[in-house]
């Protein structure tokens, strides 16, 4: 609170995640006067070794590859797609990072994974994203953090494209499984692409 009183904001805005069976902890929170504001899912499809994945098909115009997060160019990309891609999101609100905080954010992460990071192209111009990450890779789990389309092009495939494209490599890597995690209230449809792969 003395850090917000001396950046001089006037209120302090506190968002806690719980898991749907920490009912005590949830009990705790609503009596400081917290409210519910929306409830995630962790979804997960398993991908043995001997299943043949559905191959990804790319729409015609665009395509899609790996991308290298160390690359200063390929971060700044990443940032204002995240924010575009995102800006309806449930807490993007309160996440606004200048690009210096976010590369600081996403490089030094203990899961930060360099190798899963998919950019989707039309022409030269980057139109989509998906952020793997390694914060379940002793359980030899691939996770996807973040996958979105600019607005304009949703509907047309990318994201399912993306999606495949990420649950080969993790296959190639070992993995035996994907995770992510999905706003229940999501606007955008992600929920039925998510259960669409699976």
């Given at each position: 609170?003395?850090?917000?009183?001396?950046?001089?904001?006037?209120?302090?805005?506190?968002?806690?995640?719980?898991?749907?069976?920490?009912?005590?902890?949830?009990?705790?929170?609503?009596?400081?006067?917290?409210?519910?504001?929306?409830?995630?899912?962790?979804?997960?499809?398993?991908?043995?070794?001997?299943?043949?994945?559905?191959?990804?098909?790319?729409?015609?115009?665009?395509?899609?590859g790996k991308v290298d997060p160390s690359d200063d160019v390929v971060i700044e990309q990443a940032y204002h797609l995240f924010h575009d891609t995102f800006s309806e999101h449930h807490g993007i609100e309160n996440s606004?990072?200048?690009?210096?905080?976010?590369?600081?954010?996403?490089?030094?992460?203990?899961?930060?994974?360099?190798?899963?990071?998919?950019?989707?192209?039309?022409?030269?111009t980057p139109v989509g994203l998906l952020i793997g990450d390694n914060r379940r890779v002793e359980q030899g789990v691939g996770y996807v953090r973040s996958v979105g389309v600019q607005k304009h092009l949703r509907g047309r495939g990318i994201a399912r494209a993306l999606l495949?494209?990420?649950?080969?490599?993790?296959?190639?890597?070992?993995?035996?499984?994907?995770?992510?995690g999905v706003d229940t209230g999501n606007t955008t449809g992600a929920t039925r692409l998510y259960e669409s792969v699976g």
């Open positions: 609170i003395e850090s917000v009183r001396a950046r001089g904001a006037s209120s302090v805005h506190v968002t806690a995640n719980l898991y749907e069976n920490e009912t005590r902890m949830r009990a705790a929170y609503e009596r400081a006067g917290l409210e519910l504001e929306t409830i995630y899912w962790r979804m997960q499809r398993a991908i043995p070794a001997d299943e043949v994945l559905e191959a990804p098909v790319v729409p015609e115009g665009f395509r899609i606004k990072k200048t690009l210096a905080d976010y590369t600081d954010h996403v490089r030094t992460a203990e899961s930060f994974d360099p190798n899963s990071w998919w950019f989707a192209w039309q022409d030269k495949l494209s990420a649950f080969a490599d993790y296959v190639q890597q070992g993995r035996s499984s994907v995770q992510l």
